[in-house]
């Protein structure tokens, strides 16, 4: 029989050492035979973790990826109405230097007393 030996040690006055502790003290089981279920019950639950969180990646890509080949893709049969909703228009916006050349055509009303 190969044995390997270890020391657990809790510190009480931590809240969760504590309750650790209270939990081995309850437990039907040796502290061994605990300490061992819950080292691999937590390595499980990593491991499952891992992989749903892979999975959930692959699926979100998948369906950003579905979304935009779908997104630009040709519209097919676009009715008028549709078209002139696709229509692109070209807005002209005056910068500063415009605003200045025209405001010099229009005269200031000022109230002059």
Not at 8 to 24: F, M, P, T, V
Not at 30 to 57: G, M, P, Q, R, W
Request: glycine letters at 0%.
């Amino acid at each position: 029989m190969s044995l390997w030996a270890t020391t657990l040690r809790l510190n009480l006055d931590k809240s969760d050492h504590r309750k650790a502790w209270e939990i081995l003290k309850k437990s039907d089981m040796s502290h061994t035979k605990f300490i061992v279920n819950a080292v691999l019950a937590y390595a499980e639950a990593e491991n499952n973790n891992n992989i749903l969180l892979s999975e959930i990646s692959k699926i979100i890509k998948s369906e950003i990826g579905e979304a935009l080949n779908n997104y630009n893709a040709e519209p097919k049969n676009i009715s008028e109405n549709e078209s002139r909703l696709n229509t692109e228009y070209n807005i002209s916006i005056p910068t500063a230097v415009e605003k200045k050349e025209n405001s010099a055509d229009v005269s200031p009303t000022e109230n002059s007393e």
